[in-house]
């Protein structure tokens, strides 16, 4: 910013004028400028100058703030989400849902991914009153389910029903160059600041393995694999250029044995390795052999590092004695937070809890 006179200092029109002449014409010139020479200039006192600057950083400087200030500012402002299940946004503490992060939740068949992602869904548009782009690739997307989630929450009143689950837009996708497809649409509705896109603050897609293992076949492995790092660029554009929440729903599978994991694992004749994204050598032995349990996420080594936090969703127990509707939430990976914590939760007619 160009130097100007301020009243009642000594940075006066004449004091400019004597600054312009030694090539000192902005604030930051001024700013910058070794006290000696400036006490020359303008013919001050050390004290003098310096007061000088102060002032103008003062006027013109950015203003401190203490992170725990950004923090409440940042959470009154709407950008701290968080999921609504209790045990979980206690188990991630500050890091819950908000505004630019990239989830995945993985988890066996029928534990219950789509309760969950649902649950979610519900309690944001609930507490935030904003949109949600709920991606239904399984095309098992039931909106019976969720009135029946609304119902069991009595404390929602019934003329509410309605205007929740209009906030909650769900379009359905039979192939992964659709699910490409429609971020590129909603992205280009951004751009254009199309008002209903506008407030849709979180995507949710349910799930990517029901698409992309479509392109397990050799003929398209490499379609699969360069529509997988498409998906990659477009999700981060939409977290981090428009503040857009992403939770993908991924599918964890059985370990392959050792035996045979050492066998996939034997290199080309070129030296490489095999990298099949989706098949059973996807990961590496140490990953494999890394990884909680004995299941891994599907969509194979590349998609490994992509999501910022990685959660699994598992069955409690299935003796008959146990209670059925307990599920353990658990980090596997994150950037945030420490990794294999885990918290209950339980299925329920109200989703989950």
């Known amino acids: 910013m160009k130097l100007i006179a301020i009243d009642n200092t000594e940075l006066s029109e004449y004091s400019i004028s004597l600054l312009n002449r030694c090539y000192i014409h902005t604030v930051n010139n001024f700013l910058n400028e070794k006290t000696e020479k400036l006490k020359n200039i303008l013919n001050l006192k050390e004290e003098q100058v310096d007061d000088l600057k102060k002032l103008l950083r003062q006027r013109f400087g950015p203003t401190k703030i203490k992170l725990a200030q950004l923090y409440s500012r940042w959470e009154s402002n709407g950008c701290l989400y968080k999921t609504g299940i209790s045990n979980l946004?206690?188990?991630?503490?500050?890091?819950?849902?908000?505004?630019?992060?990239?989830?995945?939740?993985?988890?066996p068949s029928g534990v219950g991914k789509t309760q969950w992602a649902l649950s979610v869904a519900i309690n944001f548009v609930i507490s935030k009153g904003l949109?949600?782009?709920?991606?239904?690739?399984?095309l098992?997307?039931?909106?019976?389910?969720?009135k029946q989630m609304l119902q069991s929450r009595y404390m929602i009143n019934a003329e509410m029903h309605a205007g929740?689950?209009?906030?909650?837009?769900?379009e359905r996708c039979l192939s992964a160059q659709g699910v490409i497809n429609m971020l590129e649409n909603f992205e280009r509705?951004?751009?254009?600041k199309n008002p209903r896109v506008m407030k849709t603050n979180l995507i949710i897609i349910d799930s990517l393995p029901a698409v992309w293992l479509l392109l397990k076949a050799n003929e398209d492995c490499l379609s699969g694999k360069w529509l997988l790092s498409r998906l990659n660029n477009l999700i981060y554009k939409l977290a981090q250029k428009y503040y857009v929440a992403i939770i993908i729903i991924n599918l964890s599978v059985p370990i392959i044995a050792d035996g045979q994991l050492n066998k996939n694992f034997?290199?080309?004749?070129?030296g490489e390795e095999n990298d099949d994204l989706y098949g059973e050598n996807a990961y590496s032995q140490e990953i494999i052999l890394a990884q909680y349990g004995k299941l891994r996420p599907m969509l194979g080594?590349?998609?490994?590092?992509?999501?910022?936090?990685?959660?699994s969703l598992d069955y409690g127990s299935k003796m008959p004695d146990e209670d059925v509707t307990l599920r353990y939430i658990r980090i596997l990976n994150s950037c945030y937070t420490t990794i294999n914590l885990k918290c209950p939760v339980h299925l329920t007619a109200k989703g989950i809890i």
């Open 89 to 107: 946004d206690s188990m991630l503490g500050g890091e819950s849902l908000q505004s630019g992060s990239v989830w995945e939740m993985c988890g």
């Open 131 to 138: 949109q949600v782009l709920y991606i239904d690739t399984k």
């Open 140 to 146: 098992d997307l039931s909106a019976i389910r969720i």
């Open 164 to 170: 929740i689950m209009q906030l909650i837009k769900v």
């Open 189 to 192: 509705e951004i751009e254009y």
């Open 266 to 270: 034997n290199r080309t004749q070129h």
């Open 301 to 311: 080594r590349y998609w490994q590092s992509i999501p910022r936090l990685r959660l």
